[in-house]
């Protein structure tokens, strides 16, 4: 894994299989593809990286960081042999990562397996990787009856294709007992959070980059401005080509307050309390079923449309007319609200990790 979605989607599977030590022998290999976002999650859950290539660098591109990130993995799998090499969703380290244990004749398990947009750009380099990850792996563990699907109507052999649910509602559920139990520490300037209502803005999608993230930041600051009892909360991504505009355009407004990336545990606590969502990432719409939380996806098409055809998501891409409208109705309507969150969560129920475990066992013993 490199990036902190993987570390949070991997880490229960990690922790299942290090209880399992008589079954198992677990080696976690990082990549660090995002430092300092995926050190975090990894001290949350108590992750120790048995090898960490590090190979993140100032403006790498995706050619450099594929280079890297296969070089690096392939001397791995080739030092350690391993049984079957797992990886996570559709990162360039994922990618990579089934590419290398390819190389090594080494069987693959992708966790996350079979979501598509049927659109190779959107996103990117997401949808790519994920397809190709899906051409190498020989073991597919679905988060839904809808990615299970797909990968059959793909002419993936059934045997090889897992439905165990979305590994993050493992993830989210233990995490959030832990700060309802006790309280993480928050910045300074968002302490006093629940006088009023507030939405929790995350973005970060490469093909947002530009005239899509001039919009975003935009429409954000027109509801702010018309919505007097609202306050935005931006924990940012630490992407130049993220930061750039949401400081240009939202700095100074007393009511959005962009913070540093926070680490899991304070950005579970913000989300179960937030009254909207408004996201790009992929694990948080999974998540806000579980919440409750009605989320608003800044993005033309999504691979996880199981949150939209519940109601609980709804895509307004990033054309700023469209996403301030739709938040406003959201913010100024409860009954609106109401029928967003009150759905049930169709993406897991907390028992992903363990069901991979089980399938991994029960491949050893073939």
């Not at 990082?30 to 100032?58: C, K, W, Y």
């Not at 590419?99 to 966790?111: D, P, R």
């Not at 691979?303 to 109601?311: F, H, I, L, N």
Request: glycine fraction near 6%; hydrophobic fraction near 40%.
């Amino acid at each position: 894994m490199g990036t902190r979605p993987e570390a949070i989607k991997l880490c229960p599977v990690i922790l299942e299989l290090q209880s399992r030590a008589d079954e198992f022998e677990s080696i976690v290999c990082v990549t660090a593809q995002h430092r300092e976002m995926l050190d975090q999650v990894l001290s949350v859950f108590g992750v120790q990286p048995d090898h960490d290539l590090n190979i993140m660098s100032p403006g790498q591109t995706l050619a450099q960081i594929t280079a890297r990130a296969t070089c690096g993995l392939d001397d791995v799998i080739k030092k350690t042999q391993p049984a079957i090499t797992l990886v996570q969703g559709d990162t360039t380290t994922a990618f990579c990562g089934a590419l290398a244990s390819h190389y090594q004749h080494t069987a693959i398990g992708h966790v996350e397996a079979g979501l598509r947009t049927g659109n190779k750009f959107a996103p990117f380099p997401e949808e790519m990787n994920r397809r190709l990850i899906g051409q190498l792996a020989d073991h597919h563990f679905a988060p839904t009856t809808h990615a299970r699907d797909i990968l059959l109507k793909e002419d993936v052999a059934p045997s090889q294709v897992h439905l165990t649910g979305n590994t993050v509602i493992d993830a989210l559920l233990w995490v959030r007992q832990r700060v309802n139990e006790r309280p993480p520490e928050l910045p300074p300037e968002i302490k006093d959070l629940q006088k009023m209502p507030f939405v929790l803005v995350t973005g970060h999608r490469r093909e947002s980059f530009g005239a899509g993230f001039e919009n975003i930041c935009m429409a954000i600051r027109q509801v702010a401005d018309d919505l007097s009892d609202v306050q935005f909360v931006y924990p940012m991504h630490l992407n130049p080509n993220v930061r750039e505009p949401v400081n240009r355009i939202l700095a100074g407004h007393d009511r959005i307050h962009l913070i540093e990336p926070l680490t899991y545990e304070p950005f579970v606590w913000l989300m179960d309390r937030a009254t909207v969502i408004l996201t790009d990432s992929g694990g948080v719409q999974e998540e806000a079923p579980s919440l409750g939380i009605p989320v608003l996806v800044m993005r033309e098409t999504t691979e996880r449309p199981e949150g939209v055809a519940a109601g609980n998501a709804k895509l307004v891409g990033t054309d700023r007319e469209t996403i301030a409208a739709e938040l406003k109705h959201l913010l100024t309507d409860a009954d609106a609200r109401s029928a967003m969150a009150d759905v049930r969560n169709p993406y897991g129920d907390g028992t992903a990790a363990r069901q991979i475990a089980d399938v991994i066992g029960r491949i050893s013993e073939v």
